[in-house]
């Protein structure tokens, strides 16, 4: 009886249609896998292909600003702080998580302000507001020799910058690093304490 069962099994694994069935299953579990990995690599650079946070300079407003010129001393009081409104907008299909940074006002290439910027996390295709209040550090300015030329003309230049650097997870696979940058020129009337145009420049890097 033994002999008999032995002799079965070693039929059933030498047939050949069994042979064929079972090559056609781990033909068929390849093929199914393949296509898997095939598929989650196109949606990753095609419908999730990552794309970079865009930073929007919406408006930049005098919150405060205390200007005496004396031009018998050739002394200047200067105290000024500004709001700028920002917007960050993420395009992609995924949330994106950024870390720590900072909004940046320069006066002639010499920071002059800094305003941190927390870590946080955008969900997809959303925008977040974020309101800044920036105030300069008086002293920056009036160690600069053009500072005086520029108040007595009433016009004083000023660039706001931000870099925003994070990353984006694509389903848990693929992690990509973004950087957005913004930098806006802006022109103070000390006349009348108000901002004229901006011209902004974007940059944008993965």
Known sequence: MEIQTASSSAAMNNDPRRLHKCRNICFATMGGLI???ILIVILAFTVFKPKNPVITV???TLADLKFYLDTTKFQVLFNVSLDVDLSIKNSNKVGFKY????AELNY????VGEVPIPAGKISADKTAPM???????ADRFISDSNFFADVSGGELPLETFCEISGKVNILNLFKF???STTSCDIIVFLSNSSVGDQNCNYKYKV
Do not use: C, P, Q, Y
Request: net charge neutral; glycine share 4%.
């Open 58 to 60: 919406d408006s930049v």
């Open 177 to 179: 690093h973004v950087v």
């Open 35 to 37: 296509f898997i990995i």
């Open 108 to 111: 002639r290439g010499l920071k």
């Open 131 to 137: 309101n800044l209040t920036v105030t300069v550090m």
């Open 99 to 102: 870390a720590d940074s900072a």
